[in-house]
């Protein structure tokens, strides 16, 4: 099957910081979303980007889906982006099956 | 408010007591979903819902089942828990199958003794 992978696993970051976050997948997806997951473990949509980029507000997101990669962007980080974020796609001809990366972790420190 | 609900938010049960975690949403949504989220191996899914009476197996099926007579409702059934399946799990709910936004439930976690 599919393989996702995140990086960096773990991050650390000063208030106000920018940040880039990696999503690597193995073949090719129907579509990609990015989720945030809170320190109090609520999950939440961020971005559903099968390719090009989008923004909102301080984080945007840019799907290259002919090399494979997706990344998301955190300018002028906050301590409320804590949490750990997570990339999914969807791939072959099953369109309701996601498959997740283990995420990267977010510290942002005031 | 729009809303996924999911009951019981918590639950600690033993080994093969048969249990259901409901969840529910009402924004019309067709698609819906479970995920388990587990330390070290993320989220994953486990059953998802196209519509009304059409279902099919995630990535760990095994132990699991579903059903979706309605469409705001998709509860999880374990027959016969056994402790691996000790787990946070989530369900979720969109508009568009295997695309769009898609809402979380607040989470149920179980412990099976």
């Known amino acids: 099957g599919i393989q996702v992978e995140q990086s960096p696993p773990d991050l650390i970051l000063q208030e106000g910081a920018n940040s880039t976050l990696r999503c690597n997948f193995s073949?090719?997806?129907?579509?990609l979303q990015w989720f945030h997951q809170n320190p109090w473990g609520q999950l939440i949509n961020l971005f559903y980007i099968p390719s090009g980029t989008k923004q909102n507000g301080r984080l945007s997101a840019t799907t290259v889906a002919t090399e494979r990669y997706s990344l998301l962007y955190i300018s002028s980080s906050q301590t409320t982006d804590s949490g750990v974020y997570f990339c999914a796609v969807n791939y072959g001809g099953s369109q309701g099956n996601l498959i997740f990366g283990k995420g990267t972790k977010l510290s942002v420190k005031p | 408010e729009a809303q996924v609900t999911q009951n019981p938010r918590y639950l600690i049960t033993v080994t093969g007591k048969k249990l259901t975690v409901t969840c529910s949403q009402n924004?019309?949504?067709?698609?819906m979903s479970w995920y388990r989220q587990d330390p070290g191996l993320g989220l994953r899914q486990i059953y998802y819902?196209?519509?009304?009476?059409?279902?099919d197996k995630g990535d760990v099926p095994e132990g699991y089942k579903v059903s979706r007579k309605e469409k705001r409702n998709f509860p999880l059934i374990l027959e016969s828990p056994s402790p691996n399946q000790t787990s946070l799990y989530f369900c979720?709910?969109?508009?568009?199958?295997?695309?769009?936004?898609?809402?979380f439930g607040p989470g149920t976690r179980l412990t099976v003794l």
């Open positions: 979720a709910s969109s508009a568009q199958t295997g695309g769009g936004s898609q809402y």
């Open positions: 073949d090719s997806v129907n579509n």
């Open positions: 924004m019309n949504h067709e698609y």
């Open positions: 819902s196209m519509n009304v009476e059409v279902t």
